[in-house]
C-alpha cells in the first residue's frame, strides 16, 4: 500500500502563487508516475502535471504550461507543484496520485493512477 498526503493549499490572491506538496509513505518504490489533478465544483477531474520518478520526465496540461512546474526529491518521497500567477479559474481541490508505471501520452488519465491523497483545496480570489 501507499499513502499520499498532501499538503499547501489555501487562499490566495490572483497573481499568487503556492507550492503543493505530496509526501508518500509506505511501498514508495512501487510507483514510477506521481500526477496532480484537480477538481472544481461541477466539473470533471482533470490532469494538471505529471513526473516521472525514474526518468524526471514531465507532463502538463495546455492551461498550467508556463505557469506550474511540477519537481520531486525523491530522498524525501515527496513531489511539488509550484504554481505561479494563479487565476481565479485555478481554484479546486487538487489530488495528489501515484501510478505503477509512467505514461506520458496518456498521463492525464485519472483511470492509470492507483493511489490518491485526500486533496487540498486552492483558492484563487481578491
Known amino acids: 500500500q501507499l499513502q499520499l498526503v498532501e499538503s499547501g493549499g489555501g487562499l490566495v490572491q490572483p497573481g499568487g502563487s503556492l507550492r503543493l506538496s505530496c509526501a508518500a509513505s509506505g511501498f514508495t518504490s512501487d510507483y514510477d508516475a506521481t500526477g496532480w489533478f484537480r477538481q472544481a465544483p461541477g466539473k470533471e477531474r482533470e490532469g494538471v502535471s505529471c513526473?516521472?520518478?525514474?526518468?524526471?520526465?514531465?507532463n502538463y496540461a495546455d492551461s498550467v504550461k508556463g505557469r506550474f512546474t511540477i519537481s520531486r526529491d525523491n530522498a524525501k518521497n515527496t513531489v511539488y507543484l509550484q504554481m505561479n500567477s494563479l487565476k481565479p479559474e485555478d481554484t479546486a481541490v487538487y489530488y495528489c496520485?501515484?501510478?505503477?508505471?509512467?505514461?506520458?501520452?496518456?498521463?492525464?488519465?485519472?483511470?492509470?493512477?492507483?493511489?490518491w491523497g485526500q486533496g487540498t483545496q486552492v483558492t484563487v480570489a481578491s
Open positions: 496520485a501515484a501510478g505503477v508505471l509512467y505514461d506520458g501520452s496518456y498521463w492525464y488519465i485519472p483511470t492509470l493512477y492507483d493511489y
Open positions: 513526473i516521472s520518478t525514474s526518468s524526471g520526465l514531465t
